[in-house]
């Protein structure tokens, strides 16, 4: 089955820097790739997701980049702020499905 | 539009113990999937609910099942419940299957969280 991996497990960066968090999957037939933020005892939400025919995706201060070649996909925060720190899970999915498989999660410390 | 309603919030039971979670998604979605979430495991997949019929399941014991009614609700069941299975069980939901197409997206509940004595 579908394996992801996730890194770094953890993050700090400073106010204002950019924070980036790199993930690999197993499977070639994945090609939808989400990102949720969630916070502490919080549910998983949502911030951006990306499908296979595209390469780059940007919502604001968040972006994702997708190589289907290398089977990896990153998550890039830049001008962090203090409400940016969670834990970051990004997740692979199958064509045609709905189940997510996740990497192990980052968590990410912006220190004002 | 109300979210993903899971009930109940927070359960302790004891080890033996059978457990019944329910979740109402999203009004219109009809796909409900369960995770398991936990500090060691990590968050793992444990089964997908499409019109009251089961599209896909986890790699979990048998103790572990669910169901999905005609109103698209759905409820999973553990049973003979261990201290592992601790956690805090996330329903979610879409408006159908197959997250790849566009425009479908899957909104997690809250959550429930067990704790095994």
């Known amino acids: 089955g579908e394996n992801v991996e996730q890194h770094p497990s953890t993050l700090s960066v400073q106010e204002g820097d950019s924070a980036v968090i790199k993930c690999t999957y197993s499977d070639s037939a994945s090609n939808y790739f989400p990102w949720y933020k969630q916070e502490l005892g919080k549910r998983p939400q949502l911030i951006i997701d990306i499908r296979s025919n595209v390469g780059e995706k940007k919502d604001q201060r968040i972006a994702v980049t997708l190589n289907k070649t290398a089977k990896h996909f990153s998550l890039h925060i830049t001008e962090t702020q203090p409400e940016d720190s969670a834990v970051y899970f990004c997740a692979a999915v199958k064509a045609a499905g709905n189940k997510l498989t996740f990497g192990g999660g980052t968590r990410v410390l912006v220190k004002p | 539009k109300a979210g993903v309603t899971q009930t109940p919030r927070y359960l302790i039971k004891t080890r033996g113990q059978q457990v019944t979670l329910s979740c109402s998604p999203i009004s219109g979605h009809r796909s409900v999937s369960w995770y398991q979430q936990t500090p060691g495991q990590g968050l793992q997949f444990l089964f997908e609910?499409?019109?009251?019929?089961?599209?896909n399941k986890g790699n979990f014991p048998g103790r572990f099942s669910g169901r999905q009614f005609s109103n698209s609700r759905s409820e999973m069941n553990v049973s003979t419940l261990e201290l592992g299975d601790s956690a805090l069980y996330l329903c979610a939901s879409s408006p159908r299957t197959d997250l790849s197409s566009g425009a479908n997206v899957l909104t997690f509940g809250a959550g429930s969280r067990l704790t095994v004595l």
């Open positions: 609910y499409f019109s009251e019929t089961q599209r």
